[in-house]
């Protein structure tokens, strides 16, 4: 019963197991699917990292190679935004802050590859210009 609630209506399944935890009904708990939950939910916040990351740096690259004063404003916002949401996933989940610069170099490197499809004719650097630390990113100025 516990599977087939899990595969049919999730929603109804974590309220259920919610209830369950609640009232201290131990026996009733779907373990097998509330551990894999658990590890979804962490890979599902370093998967939002790793984007936002990624979205910042080609925002960074495009604001900081590209000049466009028509786009300029947009990719700014477009920076200031993924920053703050960064921000916020770090201030819920501060041990991400490690998770988050040992991804840069690699995120860079997608994020150079994506920038370098949208424009192959515009000179960028191969080495990352901006930072290696988390903290940077999310406050200089980097144009």
Do not use: C
Not at 34 to 62: C, F, P, Q, W, Y
Not at 121 to 130: D, G, I, K, R, Y
Request: proline share 3%; charged share 30%; no cysteine.
């Amino acid at each position: 019963m516990k599977k087939q609630l899990y595969d049919t209506d999730f929603v109804s399944w974590t309220e259920e197991q919610a209830r369950y935890l609640q009232q201290h009904e131990m026996e009733k708990i779907d373990w097998q699917n509330i551990e894999e939950e658990i590890i979804a939910l962490g890979r599902s916040e370093k998967h939002e990292l790793e984007n936002r990351l990624e979205v910042l740096l080609e925002h960074l690259l495009k604001r900081g190679y590209i000049n466009s004063a028509y786009d300029n404003r947009g990719w700014e916002i477009t920076i200031k935004e993924q920053r703050k949401q960064i921000r916020r996933l770090l201030r819920d989940s501060p041990s991400l802050k490690n998770y988050g610069e040992a991804l840069i170099p690699a995120v860079w490197q997608e994020a150079l590859a994506d920038v370098q499809d949208l424009y192959p004719t515009l000179s960028l650097p191969e080495a990352n210009p901006f930072s290696e630390s988390l903290d940077q990113l999310l406050t200089v100025t980097f144009w």
